[in-house]
């Protein structure tokens, strides 16, 4: 069972936010200021509870789509929650 942290969630989905509609963020722990192990747990977590609105897997790279509403609420919890 993944177990990531609250601010890895965050920092996916707030930047996931951001997106504009067909667009896809590619998720790079570097970038995001994230250790890879933690963005790596956020990220399935994440995907394995239907919060980007598409997601693709390559060679143990992720990239996600904008929000569902899912990740919206998801967002909105943990920011506020």
């Given at each position: 069972?993944?177990?990531?942290?609250?601010?890895?969630?965050?920092t996916i989905l707030s930047a996931a936010n951001?997106?504009?509609?067909?667009?896809?963020?590619?998720?790079?722990a570097g970038r995001l200021g994230l250790s890879?192990?933690?963005?790596?747990?956020?990220?399935?977590?994440?995907?394995?509870?239907?919060?980007?609105?598409?997601?693709?897997?390559?060679?143990?790279?992720?990239?996600?789509?904008?929000?569902?509403?899912?990740?919206?609420?998801?967002?909105?919890?943990?920011?506020?929650?």
């Open positions: 069972m993944l177990n990531p942290s609250k601010s890895d969630c965050i951001e997106l504009a509609d067909d667009s896809m963020l590619a998720l790079d890879r192990n933690g963005m790596q747990a956020a990220a399935c977590f994440l995907i394995e509870r239907a919060c980007f609105r598409h997601h693709e897997k390559g060679e143990g790279h992720y990239a996600v789509g904008g929000l569902s509403l899912q990740g919206r609420l998801r967002l909105e919890q943990l920011v506020h929650g």
